[in-house]
């Protein structure tokens, strides 16, 4: 629906509350005294509230508005999330693990999405720079322990994280970075502990 001005929504909110105490809707001329403004500019409020779909009215009926979106009714809240943040990973320790964290976030939708497992990770460096990955983001994570070719994963190498592009080769796996400057990671096996999700910056 088409968003209503101010005076729109008194309007509509005048005649939500009008009918639930009333048991019928109020006539233009009632609402115009409510208002102390004149017939045709309520009646000008009510047509533009027709054509944004929040009213209908028979022209030739008293007391035939009725309302079709109340405009009482709240929002949904928006999703938000407690995302553990991690920091340097201990060796032999569980990802997740309590050694590895350094607090939580709060994150909203559409960063986070009801029913899934995340984490977030602070980037450091300037492999990623190309994907538009840069040192002091942070990158939200989506667990998961598969991914395709071309998404851009976290991974365990010999107990160090490392966030880079997934390439599933003939003989051997590529983590490849978006840096002209750094070489690719070659491994026959690698642990994937999420994919990236959303990337979160900061500015100072």
Avoid at 32 to 51: C, E, N
Avoid at 60 to 76: H, Y
Wanted: glycine letters at 6%; one cysteine or more.
């Amino acid at each position: 629906m088409k968003k209503i001005t101010e005076r729109q929504k008194e309007v509509l909110t005048y005649i939500s509350n009008y009918t639930e105490e009333n048991s019928y809707p109020p006539t233009v001329r009632e609402i115009s005294d409510h208002f102390g403004i004149s017939l045709k500019a309520i009646q000008d409020h009510i047509t533009a509230l027709q054509k944004k779909g929040f009213l209908s009215q028979c022209q030739n009926r008293s007391r035939s508005i009725r309302v079709l979106s109340d405009p009482r009714e709240k929002e949904p809240a928006l999703y938000v999330g407690k995302i553990p943040l991690l920091g340097t990973v201990a060796a032999g320790k569980p990802l997740l693990s309590e050694e590895n964290l350094d607090g939580y976030v709060n994150l909203p939708e559409p960063f986070i999405r009801p029913g899934k497992s995340y984490f977030a990770l602070k980037v450091r460096g300037q492999s990623m720079i190309n994907a538009g990955i840069l040192d002091g983001d942070l990158a939200v994570i989506e667990q998961a322990s598969v991914a395709l070719d071309g998404q851009i994963i976290v991974a365990v190498i010999d107990d160090a994280i490392t966030l880079k592009r997934y390439y599933k080769e003939a003989q051997r796996i590529r983590l490849q970075p978006e840096n002209p400057d750094f070489k690719p990671i070659y491994c026959t096996d690698v642990r994937i502990v999420g994919i990236l999700s959303n990337i979160v910056r900061t500015y100072n």
